[in-house]
């Protein structure tokens, strides 16, 4: 069963910081891009950055460009998202998932994990 676990979410000031963990189980991560997403009360859900599963290409959202960081490190099976100078509009649960393809729409891609929650917040 392939499965996707996040962690590292947290209560954190404006200015901040947090890395977000995305382990998988079931599968191996290499032959997949995988994107983080966050869904934020009221709102839908929006794509925040992505890394393929080749050539280490990376996707980032608007709003989070030169904040945000997204890594891989297949011998663990694990992809990060290194979150800095956090604001409040940041605060959401955010997902990772897998897909074939890099991108940021969510219905590229499946095998969402549970979310974790950021709330940015003095």
């Known amino acids: 069963q392939l499965q996707l676990v996040e962690s590292g979410g947290g209560l954190v000031q404006p200015g901040g910081s947090l890395r977000l963990s995305c382990a998988a189980s079931?599968?191996?991560?290499?032959?997949?891009?995988i994107g983080w997403f966050r869904q934020a009360p009221g709102k839908e859900r929006e794509g925040v950055s992505c890394?393929?599963?080749?050539?280490?290409?990376?996707y980032y959202a608007d709003s989070v460009k030169g904040r945000f960081t997204i890594s891989r490190d297949n011998a663990k099976n694990t992809v990060y998202l290194q979150m800095n100078s956090l604001k409040p509009e940041d605060t959401a649960v955010y997902y990772c998932?897998?897909?074939?393809?890099?991108?940021?729409?969510?219905?590229?891609?499946?095998?969402w994990g549970q979310g974790t929650q950021v709330t940015v917040s003095s």
């Open positions: 998932a897998a897909s074939g393809f890099l991108g940021l729409h969510p219905g590229l891609f499946g095998s």
């Open positions: 890394i393929s599963s080749s050539d280490g290409s990376t």
């Open positions: 079931g599968f191996t991560l290499d032959y997949y891009a």
